[in-house]
């Protein structure tokens, strides 16, 4: 039997409960807002870092690119491998110099397509960056990284260079941050600024 005192505490306990969990819904939304935009500091430090890294693998190796991120983590340009934080299984997709060779088998080796007389990424006219995920990159032969982006193609909070995706945030050596760069994404037509 519930006493007038007691009665009156599980009142006020079930107050108190009510008000925790309203606090609780109206705080969800901003701390996952938060953990977010941390996420967002996050994937333009690493970005950047790779870039960072592949500056100083080409200041190693004149005229040479890596060939994966382990590289450059062998070559010690890069401190550690950092998993893209926009993504559960932290794989990116990486940034390669126009011009490589991608074909789905050995037999059959197509080349990305490329204009008589490109400018390569970082010096006058516009840069041609071909993007293939982490996971496509045995398709292409020789490849020469020079950056990565994220591999989610999630709506980011905020816009990062023009871009509102996470997958269009792009970390690469030589940007020419006045110019819009031609897209050519790996399994898609190419995509003109």
């Known amino acids: 039997m519930v006493t007038g ?3 009156a505490t599980l009142l006020i306990l079930m107050v108190f409960i009510s008000v925790l969990t309203v606090g609780l819904l109206v705080a969800l939304p901003v701390w996952h807002t938060q953990a977010q935009r941390e996420l967002e500091e996050e ?6 870092q790779v870039v960072e890294a592949v500056r100083v693998y080409q200041k190693k190796n004149p005229g040479a690119f890596p060939r994966n991120l382990e590289e450059l983590v062998k070559q010690r340009c890069l401190r550690k491998r950092y998993p893209d934080p926009m993504t559960k299984d932290g794989r990116w997709n990486l940034i390669l110099e126009i011009g490589a060779a991608v074909g789905p088998s050995p037999s059959r080796t197509v080349r990305a397509p490329a204009r008589p007389g490109q400018t390569p990424p970082g010096r006058s006219g516009t840069a041609r960056l071909f993007i293939v995920p982490e996971a496509g990159l045995s398709a292409v032969q020789n490849p020469r990284i020079i950056g990565v982006a994220s591999a989610s193609p999630k709506p980011s ?3 990062h260079e023009d871009g509102e995706t996470y997958d269009a945030w792009l970390f690469y050596y030589g940007r020419d941050p006045g110019q819009k760069p031609e897209i050519i ?3 898609q037509p190419a995509k003109h600024p």
């Open 185 to 187: 994404r790996f399994g």
């Open 5 to 7: 005192r007691s009665g």
């Open 157 to 159: 909070f905020r816009v």
């Open 43 to 48: 994937l333009i430090f690493r970005g950047r």
